[in-house]
């Protein structure tokens, strides 16, 4: 079974960064679109970023373009999202998300979802 598991969420001042990482276990990813959304309060769930589990392919929201990074770690089996230039609007509960690649890395529909990891950007 698919399992996904968030971690290094925390406090952070406006312009700092932070880096989550999603640990991802139950089988293997090569087939596998892996995301990150978030989930502020008061709001709607927001796609952020997404990227194949092999391959350079990525997407970005607007909101994030130039400030998130995403990417894999081959050691960990993990996908990671460093943030950078953080904002209070970046405040959210962020979670990771995989599902079997279908369709493009702009869709928003995710199978398996992680627990969530809290960032909190103060101002």
């Known amino acids: 079974q698919v399992q996904l598991e968030e971690s290094g969420g925390g406090l952070v001042q406006a312009g700092g960064s932070l880096k989550l990482s999603c640990a991802a276990s139950g089988r293997p990813f090569s087939n596998y679109h892996m995301g990150w959304f978030r989930q502020a309060p008061g709001k709607e769930r927001e796609l952020v970023a997404t990227?194949?589990?092999?391959?350079?392919?990525?997407y970005y929201a607007d909101s994030v373009k130039g400030r998130f990074t995403i990417s894999r770690d081959n050691a960990k089996n993990a996908v990671n999202l460093q943030m950078n230039s953080l904002k209070p609007e970046d405040t959210a509960v962020y979670y990771c998300?995989?599902?079997?690649?279908?369709?493009?890395?702009?869709?928003?529909?995710?199978?398996?979802w992680g627990q969530g990891t809290q960032v909190t950007v103060s101002s």
């Open positions: 998300a995989a599902r079997i690649r279908t369709g493009r890395l702009t869709d928003p529909e995710y199978d398996y």
């Open positions: 990227k194949m589990w092999i391959g350079g392919s990525t």
